[in-house]
């Protein structure tokens, strides 16, 4: 072989490096070792595939970016599609004609002008929250649950959800589970050896498959309830606006989706928009309770530049650069999808390497979210990176990029997302003070910070106090609450 592979362990016959592969939990922090050994770029030969990582913001952006007409397919992903059945989901389509349509489809509702239109929405979910958190503190993270499944059902399918317990928001979150853990790379043994998909449910160690067969069950459930219920409230005459409203009106003129395309991006807002933006909230509320003198400066100042009896809205976003700075510290500390695999379609050359056609080309964002040439002390949660004099500075690496995704695959949910998030974190901030919570002993409980495996990642469960910061806030919070008529 005379092609310049990029720089790798030393492989074994047939074996390769399985035994390089780095290992769950948290199996991001071993691809970044293999960059610190062997460079940005480098290289595993898995079981017959070639993997490729990157591990720095600079290769990432000349290949996923700069090249994306060649890097945007997906690695084949064998018990997500071809076992479980999930090859309707976006995030799992090949490259090609059929996912640009999707995404089309998609941005056309979630764009930056779009995502703006959801804003009141946004606003009014959330004041639900802060009241929901007045009386039921204890009950945070259900209610994180609700809110990002709220904002999802409510934006897609007109579906108001009022109550934590929901139906809908419970399916969307377990298929979205399910189809993080299905597609996580290395977990299921039939990803490595595709045969495996033919041996039948029965047999002794193939829980994988009747695993399988009940998530396809409730997949094809996420995928065409919400759609029939929307269909029905609009022959009814009763659907309020929302993403599939105005994909089936649309349909009507001559700019028309297929029920197909329609019924898949729909479905992908449900199963990807709710369960990131929930892990994101989370590691935010996990931010501060480890990071107590980050949030005081923030609710500083917030208290200083807004007026005291409103809640924070989306148009006070840029007189509060602390804010957003510890909005983007928190998404550089915790992504919520710490490696994104590509493909690769044609073999590529940089920089002297070759990269063969068809290679897994896994991004490792965790690795360059805590790259310390980018970001000095990586492990220490410090908003001030992003600052210079008072302002953003635009020479410090804006880790929603990286964040978010590359090049044609990027998220195309990231205007709302971005929008929904920080309304969260600015009005929590504002109203509430979040501090560990306490052993028997009157101990502050530390959470550990191990983040949980799968394409998408979370902070796992973990106690804390979450308190009014004063009297105000409250009525302040029933006020508005009253003013929206909630
Ligand atoms: C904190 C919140 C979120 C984060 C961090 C996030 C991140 C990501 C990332 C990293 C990707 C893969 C990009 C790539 O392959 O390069 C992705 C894909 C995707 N996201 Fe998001 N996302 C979030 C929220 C949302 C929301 C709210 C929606 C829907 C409204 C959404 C819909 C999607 C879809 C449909 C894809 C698949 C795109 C494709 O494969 O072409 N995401 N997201």
């Keep these: 072989d005379r092609r310049r592979l990029p720089p790798g362990p030393a492989?074994?016959?047939?074996?390769?490096?399985?035994?390089?592969?780095?290992?769950?939990?948290?199996?991001?922090k071993g691809f970044a070792a293999l960059g610190k050994l062997y460079g940005p770029v480098s290289y595993l030969r898995v079981l017959g595939r070639d993997v490729v990582i990157l591990n720095s913001a600079k290769a990432v952006n000349d290949l996923l970016e700069q090249r994306s007409a060649i890097y945007s397919n997906r690695p084949r992903f064998v018990m997500a599609n071809e076992v479980a059945g999930f090859d309707w989901l976006i995030p799992f389509m090949p490259y090609g004609n059929f996912l640009r349509q999707h995404r089309r489809a998609l941005h056309q509702h979630l764009n930056e002008a779009a995502a703006k239109t959801w804003w009141n929405t946004q606003q009014d979910l959330n004041?639900?929250?802060?009241?929901?958190?007045?009386?039921?503190?204890?009950?945070?993270?259900?209610?994180?649950?609700?809110?990002?499944?709220?904002n999802i059902m409510r934006m897609t399918f007109g579906i108001e959800i009022a109550k934590k317990d929901d139906p809908w928001i419970d399916l969307g979150i377990k298929v979205a589970e399910v189809a993080s853990k299905a597609g996580s790379f290395g977990a299921f043994a039939v990803d490595i050896f595709p045969l495996l998909k033919y041996i039948p449910a029965w047999f002794p160690g193939a829980k994988f498959k009747r695993d399988a067969i009940e998530w396809r069950q409730v997949h094809v459930q996420a995928k065409?309830?919400?759609?029939?219920r929307v269909v029905k409230d609009m022959a009814a005459g009763n659907a309020m606006s929302c993403i599939a409203r105005s994909m089936l009106e649309e349909d009507t003129k001559d700019s028309?989706?297929?029920?197909?395309?329609?019924?898949?991006?729909?479905?992908?807002?449900?199963?990807?928009?709710?369960?990131?933006?929930?892990?994101?909230?989370?590691?935010?509320?996990?931010?501060?309770?480890?990071?107590?003198?980050a949030q005081k400066t923030a609710q500083d100042e917030i208290d200083r530049t807004l007026s005291d009896g409103t809640l924070p809205s989306h148009p006070d976003r840029p007189h509060l650069p602390y804010v957003e700075a510890l909005y983007r510290e928190t998404m550089r500390m915790y992504p919520i999808a710490p490696l994104t695999p590509h493909c690769v379609t044609e073999e590529d050359e940089y920089e002297g390497m070759t990269i063969p056609k068809g290679s897994t080309v896994i991004a490792n964002t965790w690795g360059i979210l805590h790259d310390e040439e980018t970001y000095p002390e990586p492990e220490t949660f410090k908003p001030e990176r992003f600052l210079k004099?008072?302002?953003?500075?635009?020479?410090?690496?804006?880790?929603?990029?990286?964040?978010?995704?590359?090049?044609?695959?990027?998220?195309?949910?990231?205007?709302?997302?971005?929008?929904?998030?920080?309304?969260?974190?600015?009005?929590?901030?504002?109203?509430?003070?979040?501090?560990?919570?306490?052993?028997?002993?009157?101990?502050?409980?530390?959470?550990?910070?191990?983040?949980?495996?799968?394409?998408?990642?979370?902070?796992?469960?973990?106690?804390?106090?979450?308190?009014?910061?004063?009297?105000?806030?409250?009525?302040?919070?029933l006020a508005e609450a009253d003013r929206l008529k909630l």
């Design 11 to 28: 492989r074994k016959v047939l074996l390769g490096n399985i035994y390089n592969v780095p290992r769950q939990p948290e199996e991001w």
């Design 224 to 228: 065409n309830l919400p759609f029939q």
């Design 256 to 293: 028309s989706l297929s029920e197909e395309v329609m019924k898949n991006a729909l479905g992908a807002i449900y199963l990807g928009g709710a369960d990131t933006s929930l892990a994101a909230m989370r590691g935010f509320v996990f931010a501060m309770v480890l990071n107590p003198s």
């Design 389 to 477: 004099q008072g302002a953003l500075d635009p020479d410090v690496l804006d880790p929603r990029n990286p964040a978010f995704g590359y090049g044609r695959r990027v998220c195309p949910g990231r205007h709302i997302a971005d929008a929904e998030l920080w309304l969260f974190i600015v009005t929590m901030l504002s109203c509430y003070n979040i501090s560990p919570a306490e052993d028997g002993n009157g101990e502050p409980i530390i959470p550990p910070s191990t983040m949980c495996s799968g394409l998408v990642s979370s902070v796992s469960k973990f106690p804390c106090n979450i308190q009014l910061r004063n009297e105000s806030k409250r009525k302040l919070i």
């Design 127 to 150: 004041v639900r929250f802060l009241k929901k958190l007045i009386d039921a503190p204890g009950d945070w993270w259900d209610l994180t649950h609700w809110l990002a499944g709220a």
